[in-house]
């Protein structure tokens, strides 16, 4: 089914572990997100990128990389992880065409535990 | 800063009965969308509704309908007929725009009773 696909669905990391999210989207959509969803909150903006080898800083980038080398591929690095980033990740995309936004789609997100 | 709220943590409505879900936001801009998402307990995001800043014309989507009221920068959710299947966090959510800036609220729980 086209969509946006997250892998893994849950990980435990340990303090000061490394791992890469990963996000593909199959509908050829030029901008694509990543949130975080902490605990009865909202979904915040961590990066965005609206093209092959053009990301840009969302709301709360710190302790987080990310890289756009292809259309369908969009990776969240987490460094040193911290159990402040005990959190659901979410992924999304969408197309803008003339200016206007199309097609927002999420993933289903990825649940990560720090321990 | 761009923020949103919801001041209602949570709501309960009587199945085939109409609940409103309010949601509040600022921002210095002209051009923007507005949206509600469902989160139901399965995680997955689910956009029930857009609103385009610059159209006048309230949405609609089915059951679900907005009461946008950009001078008092208000965004309402209405819901007809409430069913067992709306059971579900709802978010509000605010895209500049520029596309570069998504900012939600800290949603509202809505149970509908049988």
């Known amino acids: 089914n086209a969509g946006v696909t997250q892998t893994p669905k849950f990980r435990i990391l340990k303090i000061g572990q490394s791992m890469t999210l990963q996000c593909t989207q199959d509908?050829?959509?030029?901008?694509m997100y990543w949130y975080r969803q902490d605990p009865g909150m909202g979904l915040k903006l961590i990066y965005y990128s609206v093209g092959a080898g053009i990301t840009d800083k969302g709301e709360v980038p710190n302790g987080y990389n990310v890289s756009r080398s292809t259309t369908e591929d969009f990776p969240l690095r987490l460094e040193l992880a911290a159990p402040s980033q005990t959190s659901v990740y979410f992924c999304?995309?969408?197309?803008?065409?003339?200016?206007?936004?199309?097609?927002?789609?999420f993933g289903s997100g990825t649940r990560l535990t720090v321990v | 800063a761009q923020t949103v709220t919801q001041s209602q943590p949570e709501m309960s409505v009587q199945e085939a009965e109409t609940v409103t879900l309010s949601c509040t936001y600022d921002?210095?801009?002209?051009?923007?969308?507005l949206f509600w998402y469902k989160q139901p307990p399965s995680r997955q995001m689910i956009l029930v509704i857009r609103q385009e800043a610059y159209k006048q014309q309230n949405a609609t989507e089915n059951r679900f309908s907005v009461n946008f009221q950009k001078a008092a920068k208000s965004f309402s959710l209405k819901i007809s007929d409430s069913q067992l299947g709306d059971t579900a966090m709802y978010f509000c959510?605010?895209?500049?725009?520029?596309?570069?800036?998504?900012?939600f609220g800290s949603g509202t729980k809505l149970n509908v009773k049988p």
């Open positions: 999304a995309s969408s197309t803008v065409t003339l200016g206007v936004i199309y097609g927002y789609t």
């Open positions: 509908m050829n959509h030029n901008y």
């Open positions: 921002t210095s801009e002209n051009n923007y969308y």
């Open positions: 959510a605010f895209m500049s725009g520029n596309f570069n800036k998504f900012y």
